[in-house]
Nanobody, 126 residues
Framework: QVQLAESGGGVVRPGDSLSLSCAVS????????MAWFRQAPGKEREFVAHIRSVNDYTYYGDSMKGRFTISRDNTKNTLILQMTSLKPDDTAVYYCAASGHVILSAIRTSRMYEYWGQGTQVTVSE
């Protein structure tokens, strides 16, 4: 059984940094296409970042480029999202997602991922 568990969320001020982790069990992160999504109240789930299983190439949502970094810690079987220069618009529940298949062009589509965590709340506020 594959399980994903996010951690690291919290309340921070604009301009602060925060690092999220997603511990994976039942599947090897190194062989999985993995991503972060987020969902703010009253909004649809939004693509944040993706890391390919075959070559570690990374992709980001437009508003995250240059501020967020997705990576894997293979020794801990964990997915990481490092966030800097946080803004109030970054406030959302952040979800970790994984797929056992190679996702080619639809990496921003949430239904392409079979496995999801429960989410961790990130609040950016004065």
């Amino acid at each position: 059984q594959v399980q994903l568990a996010e951690s690291g969320g919290g309340v921070v001020r604009p301009g602060d940094s925060l690092s999220l982790s997603c511990a994976v069990s039942g599947r090897t992160v190194r062989r999985s296409a993995m991503a972060w999504f987020r969902q703010a109240p009253g909004k649809e789930r939004e693509f944040v970042a993706h890391i390919r299983s075959v070559n570690d190439y990374t992709y980001y949502g437009d508003s995250m480029k240059g501020r967020f970094t997705i990576s894997r810690d293979n020794t801990k079987n964990t997915l990481i999202l490092q966030m800097t220069s946080l803004k109030p618009d970054d406030t959302a529940v952040y979800y970790c997602a994984a797929s056992g298949h190679v996702i080619l062009s639809a990496i921003r589509t949430s239904r392409m991922y079979e496995y999801w965590g429960q989410g961790t709340q990130v609040t950016v506020s004065e």
